[in-house]
């Protein structure tokens, strides 16, 4: 996390989020998480995720984020904007839900060419 401004551990507008996060089909590595967001106002983050899915390609999905469904039970939906590979040019959308207090989360990518 990088923060410009205010207490530490205190998000407000201008401070950014960066991480990675393994992408799992049950018990299997099916590839990465790269997830890039940057605080705004009106209690909303602009993110950008990339899902690199190991030897197909990648999709990237990017929106905004409402604070308010940072915890369990949570749920968002991101624009896909595009991707590589087997993904490339890929449409729709993806939903997210937050499923555990450690910040576990299913991601649901619904595809269109």
Not at 16 to 32: C, E, H, M, N, P
Request: net charge negative; aromatic share 8%; glycine share 14%.
């Amino acid at each position: 996390m990088l923060d410009l401004a205010g207490k530490p551990d205190d998000f407000v507008p201008g401070d950014r989020y960066v991480f990675r996060s393994r992408l799992t089909q049950g018990t299997i590595k099916a590839g990465a998480l790269y997830v890039d967001c940057s605080v705004h106002f009106g209690k909303r983050d602009t993110c950008t995720q990339v899902y690199d899915v190991k030897g197909r390609g990648t999709v990237v999905a990017t929106g905004l984020i409402p604070v308010s469904q940072l915890d369990v039970g949570g749920t968002w939906n991101l624009a896909n904007t595009g991707g590589t590979g087997e993904f490339e040019n890929v449409g729709e959308s993806v939903a997210v839900e937050i499923v555990s207090q450690a910040g576990d989360s299913e991601h649901t990518l619904h595809l269109l060419p």
